[in-house]
């Protein structure tokens, strides 16, 4: 509770009063500061529903919100947005099907070089994107992957399976090795014992990986920037780049297919908290 | 990366044991490799070969007509030359310098500041510290884009606002002189959700007994930040900032989508620059020499984070 002020008995003992303006006033002003930072996710979504398009003439507050926008932006970005979700959803699923079996092994076996391939998991989130782009065009190009979603969710993978393995390692260091061994004893093999067991009991990890996974798909712009070289394949990060490449014509639309490229997002911040405070592996172990 | 497959895999953790089952964990040694093997073949693959050809490729002619006649000449350092010669070159290090340290200053100090603020417990506190995390989740593009239309020359809500106190309108992002600002003004906003979160949970980590013992001596407020906060925070500090500088460093998104590197290359950096060498001009080679050069300056932070890594784990 206390802690740069830690408040003398005497402060403790005063009226409540205090104390209550003082926390209404630290509320009061934590509002203030998420209001400044936010500010700009405001100006997105009402930028997104004036009726206008163009953002000389947007009011503070839409006061007459049309959707026009909105059908603009589906109707132009809609088939990139499923492109994305496809890529999001596929990088999703590769990586995790990678992931997870290769943390429960860096977490519970012991391999004589766990620390070698931890140093390489942290060293590889150093590498730029750039460098990555730089050989996979090269070698996408021989390969046929250019322009293609499978191209995409390999590329994809690149940074989410490093990212991944730290977070449900972490995690799968926590489950005792005492059920994995009990599970054993009965007669399962590994890999029914790491199905049965450390999948079930790490499912909080494991939803926390995968939704920080989708969310880095989603937002990949690098990858659909330089691995794209025709309009086939086209993830909505990309269709917003081509629409702040021209001159911008129409704020509008842009706005609303940034709102709705920032909807996974929020609703992540939204949902996911609870995946994150439930993470207890209380009451496997009885 | 490529030491995982080959390198055998013992299990003989346990007490010496009669050959038949040592014959049994055999079969399991291999079935554990085979739970890390996928994930490891395709990090060497993803990664190791990337990391791998991206050097042969800074050594080659490696252009547009590789691809047509399947021929790239080996060149030596001619590429790193041509690209440390140019003029660019020194422009977009100072702008990579400028934008890493003004990006981290910034976000560092109201990221502390913010986290200090958290860790005072009052109502909503948890919710709205949780809402803050939203510029840092959201897609670099949309945030590019949204402050795009925020830094408007001549509609922008910002210049809307300053006209309000009579500032005339500026031009943010298609000035060459204030355009970098810009740029690492939208990247701290970005960052300071990152700095906040990690600041806070190492705030979160230090026992309030210490505070109490320290209240005893008179330590509180500032005394209590300066000899108590700041000592028990610093091996968070150090990976926050590290972490924050080879981020940073290969920030590519957020400068692209604003200015491209524009007005007049007053935003290009060390990966601008090595985009727009590989994918604009189509001179591989040229851009790969350019991210090498970005790895090397990664590493050096990354090697310092290692080491105090290391500390940390001694003491």
Redesign the interface.
């Known amino acids: 509770?206390?802690?740069?002020?830690?408040a003398?008995a005497e402060l403790n003992r005063r009226t409540g009063d205090d104390i209550d303006l003082r926390?209404?006033l630290?509320?009061a002003?934590?509002?203030l500061?998420?209001a400044v930072?936010?500010f700009?996710?405001y100006?997105?979504v009402n930028?997104s529903l004036q009726p206008s398009g163009?953002?000389?003439n947007?009011d503070l507050i839409p006061l007459q919100p049309s959707f026009d926008n909105y059908v603009r932006a589906i109707s132009e970005q809609g088939a990139n947005l499923v492109t994305s979700l496809i890529i999001a959803l596929g990088t999703v699923v590769f990586s995790l099907?990678?992931?997870a079996?290769?943390s429960?092994?860096?977490a519970q076996?012991?391999?004589?070089?766990v620390g070698?391939?931890l140093?390489?998991?942290?060293?590889?989130?150093?590498?730029?994107?750039?460098?990555?782009?730089?050989?996979?065009?090269?070698?996408y190009?021989g390969m046929g992957l250019l322009n293609s979603i499978p191209g995409l969710i390999?590329?994809n993978?690149?940074s989410a399976?490093?990212f991944a393995?730290l977070i449900m390692r972490s995690f799968m260091l926590g489950v005792p090795s005492a059920i994995i061994e009990a599970a054993r004893v009965d007669g399962a093999?590994?890999?029914r014992s790491?199905l049965w067991i450390v999948v079930p009991v790490s499912r909080n990890a494991i939803i926390t990986a995968g939704l920080f996974t989708f969310?880095f798909a989603?937002?990949d712009?690098?990858f659909a920037?330089?691995l794209t070289t025709t309009d086939e394949i086209r993830p909505v990060?990309l269709g917003?780049?081509q629409?702040?490449g021209t001159q911008?014509q129409n704020?509008g639309a842009?706005?609303a297919t940034?709102v709705l490229?920032?909807t996974p997002?929020?609703v992540?911040?939204v949902a996911a908290?609870k995946y994150i405070a439930a993470g207890a592996t209380g009451g496997a172990v009885k | 990366m490529s030491s995982l497959t080959h390198a055998p895999a013992r299990a003989g953790q346990a007490s010496p044991a009669p050959p038949r089952r040592r014959r049994k964990l055999r079969g399991d040694d291999i079935a554990k490799i085979l739970f890390v093997l996928p994930a490891g073949i395709a990090m060497a693959l993803l990664f190791g070969y990337p990391v791998v050809k991206n050097l042969t490729m800074s050594l080659q002619d490696y252009s547009l007509q590789t691809f047509f006649t399947g021929e790239a000449p080996w060149v030596g350092l001619a590429n790193y030359v041509d690209v440390v010669t140019d003029p660019i070159f020194g422009q977009a290090m100072l702008n990579t310098g400028l934008f890493t340290a003004g990006s981290i200053l910034f976000q560092f100090v109201i990221g502390l500041a913010l986290a200090l603020f958290f860790k005072q417990h009052f109502p909503l506190s948890a919710t709205l510290r949780g809402l803050l995390l939203l510029p840092w989740l959201l897609p670099l593009i949309v945030s590019s884009a949204t402050w795009r239309a925020i830094l408007e020359q001549d509609s922008g809500i910002l210049n809307r606002f300053l006209g309000v106190f009579g500032v005339e309108p500026i031009g943010w992002l298609v000035s060459p002189s204030i355009a970098l600002i810009a740029v690492i003004g939208v990247n701290i906003w970005i960052g300071i959700p990152f700095n906040t979160t990690l600041l806070y949970s190492g705030l979160q980590a230090i026992p309030d007994e210490l505070y109490e013992a320290g209240s005893l001596d008179g330590a509180t407020h500032w005394k209590a930040f300066r000899y108590i906060t700041w000592p028990s925070l610093r091996p968070v500090v150090s990976v926050v900032l590290i972490l924050g500088v080879v981020y940073t460093l290969k920030v590519l998104d957020i400068i692209l989508g604003l200015t491209g590197g524009g007005p007049a290359n007053a935003t290009q950096t060390l990966a601008t620059q090595s985009y727009q060498r590989s994918f604009v001009d189509f001179e591989f080679g040229h851009g790969a020499a350019l991210s090498n050069i970005l790895i090397v300056i990664s590493m050096a932070f990354a090697v310092v984070y290692l080491r105090r890594g290391r500390h940390a784990a001694d003491e």
């Open positions: 509770m206390t802690t740069t002020t830690s003398p926390k209404v630290l509320t002003a934590g509002v500061i998420l930072m936010l700009p996710v100006w997105m930028a163009n953002t000389l947007a099907a990678l992931a079996p290769a429960f092994a860096l076996f012991r391999f004589r070089w070698v391939a140093l390489a998991i942290l060293v590889s989130q150093m590498i730029p994107g750039i460098v990555i782009a730089n050989a996979l065009y090269s070698a190009e390999l590329a993978s690149t399976i490093p393995i093999g590994l890999v790491f969310l989603w937002s712009f690098l920037l330089t990060t917003i780049y629409y702040l911008v704020w842009v706005m940034a490229s920032a997002a929020i992540l911040l908290q």
